[in-house]
């Protein structure tokens, strides 16, 4: 799931490290920070808005331990709306991935978060797998009926989540 | 009841042995009492109107490779001729499948139809390709027609659909349905043994056939899922209209990834209004759907109970015989006894 927190840190170097190590370290992925120095507050802390990927509720909340220990204010906590994420398996020749994978993130609100291949023996096909992770569901059934369309071009075997419908 | 047994391979000596095996039960349990006035395979027939002893039968039949070996028995092709000629009041249709021309199975269906005999079958290839127009023959006929073993083989999914969830809307149906690809993906995805060897395996274990085209492209899984949107969804479905993918692309590289991600990878079959579709998804591991072995798995999905899934032996001859015998005690209670 897609996680946006602001948290408030102190106005002195090293402070942005010290919130994001545990981020990282407890699997959650960082995808974007935001520095509200406009929102300074009377006590000279700024605003810092995180958008992090994490994979379930309990990691999430291991997480958000980890940041109160270290002393991390966090003033807003939001799970970004209906984030999917869906899973897919591509079966063929892999000379051009990355191709496949540009297509897919020049699609507004859609991202390929993570790739991992296996090469298939010599004269075999290789298989990748990939995570999309989009805004909405919608976005995510627009992904996959585009990757349908991809891999037929490319005589790709296509499988698809059971759930993607 | 009065039954003709058309085709006596390895349903029709499974039947043989089950209805041996059960008969004080049917009695006691359903006042049926069954006997089977003729037997006929490809070379012959045995007829007796006062019923056949089905254990010399089996044990005849299984020294001679034919029915004709029975004492009177004839070698020759007697099928229609037995099943118009003979009086009986179930035709149980067990030849072997054809998918394009659905025959013998379909001039052997229709003849017992008109000829005012009730049909039960386990044999897809007449249901592929004529469901609509024997569904109707039937009922212009006056005769009960069961088709439970043709697809899920023991699982009871046409009952189950048509008799206890009768209530509901069966809004997709998605399911295993070949055992012999689940087998080959199960040991895949265990033993990350290559897809060719698996494949080798199974022909030796008797799970494949010696040309296993129809079930590693999937044609067969597209077989019976046009079977269920023609009897559980009310479409009037082709084979054609099936978009097929197989596994034969599916390597053992392809299933870790998925496992890597908690997922399994199976040769799913969906039927839907509007789109039927047959080809490997990702599955959850421990989703109702990721049954190992050659265990068939079925979902329906309900608008009042929402989602119902059941698993069992899809092929065999003794579990495959419980549904034969199933649509026995169901037509015969239809019919009032
Ligand atoms: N086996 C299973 O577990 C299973 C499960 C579900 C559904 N089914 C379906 O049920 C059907 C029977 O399966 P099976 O495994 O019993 O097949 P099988 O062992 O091949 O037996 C087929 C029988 O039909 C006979 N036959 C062939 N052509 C005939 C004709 N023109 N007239 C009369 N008899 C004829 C064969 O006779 P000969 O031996 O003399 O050639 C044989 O006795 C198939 O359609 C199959 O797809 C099978």
């Known amino acids: 799931m897609l996680v946006k927190i602001v948290m408030e840190l102190e106005d002195v170097p090293g402070q942005l490290l010290k919130a994001l190590e545990p981020i990282s370290r407890l699997g959650g992925n960082i995808q974007s920070i935001m520095h509200q120095r406009e929102r300074k507050t009377p006590l000279g802390r700024i605003p810092v808005m995180l958008v992090f990927e994490v994979g379930d509720r309990a990691r999430l909340n291991r997480i958000l331990a980890a940041l109160r220990a270290r002393g991390v204010r966090i003033t807003q906590l939001g799970e ?10 591509l079966i063929g020749p892999h000379t051009d991935i990355r191709d496949t994978i540009d297509r897919l993130d020049a699609l507004r609100g859609v991202r390929v978060s993570d790739l991992s291949l296996a090469m298939g023996g010599l004269g075999q096909e290789s298989a990748a797998r990939m995570t999309i992770t989009t805004d909405d569901e919608k976005r995510a059934s627009l992904a996959v009926s585009n990757l ?3 891999a037929a071009r490319k005589k790709l075997l296509l499988i698809t989540s059971l759930e993607a419908g | 009841m009065r039954l003709v047994l058309v085709g006596f391979g390895n349903l029709g000596r499974g039947l043989s042995r089950a209805l041996i095996q059960k008969a004080s039960f049917l009695r006691r349990s359903h006042g049926l009492i069954p006997r089977v006035v003729a037997a006929v395979d490809e070379f012959g027939a045995a007829v007796d109107e006062k019923g056949l002893n089905l254990t010399r039968l089996l044990r005849v039949a299984g020294k001679a490779g034919t029915v004709a070996a029975y004492k009177g028995g004839k070698r020759g092709k007697f099928a229609l001729q037995v099943i118009e000629g003979v009086e009986a009041d179930v035709v149980y249709e067990l030849t ?3 998918i394009k021309t659905g025959e013998p199975g379909l001039t052997h269906i229709k003849r017992a139809m008109r000829a005012g005999k009730h049909v039960i079958t386990s044999n897809k290839g007449p249901l592929v390709v004529a469901f609509r127009e024997l569904d109707s023959l039937a009922r212009r ?9 043709s697809v899920g083989g023991a699982v009871p999914l046409v009952g189950l659909a048509k008799e206890l969830l009768a209530g509901n809307e069966i809004r997709e149906i998605r399911g295993v349905l070949n055992g012999t690809t689940n087998y080959i993906l199960t040991r895949m995805s265990r033993e990350g043994a290559p897809f060719e060897v698996v494949l080798r395996e199974a022909q030796e274990l008797g799970l494949a056939e010696k040309d296993p085209t129809l079930d590693i492209e999937g044609i067969d899984t597209a077989s019976k899922i ?7 969804l009310g479409m009037n479905a082709r084979l054609k209209d099936v978009k097929v993918a197989g596994i034969t692309r599916v390597r053992p590289e392809a299933i870790r990834l998925a496992q890597e991600a908690g997922q399994t990878i199976k040769l799913i079959g969906i039927a839907k209004r509007g789109s039927l579709e047959v080809g490997p998804k990702l599955v959850p591991l421990g989703h109702p759907l990721a049954v190992g072995g050659t265990l068939n798995a079925v979902t329906f999905e309900l608008d009042l109970a929402r989602e119902i899934s ?6 065999g001859p003794r579990e495959t015989s419980s549904s034969l015998l199933g649509d026995l005690i169901d037509i015969h209670r239809t019919l009032g006894g």
Do not use: D, K
Request: aromatic share 8%; net charge positive; with cysteine.
């Open chain 2, 141 to 149: 006929c006056g005769v009960e027609f069961r088709y439970s073993a």
């Open chain 1, 148 to 150: 349908q369309r991809i």
């Open chain 2, 226 to 232: 046009t079977i269920l949107a023609n009897s559980l």
């Open chain 2, 310 to 315: 059941i698993t069992g032996f899809g092929a």
């Open chain 2, 96 to 98: 072997p499948t054809n």
């Open chain 1, 80 to 89: 970004r709306e209906g984030a999917a994420r869906t899973t897919a398996l």
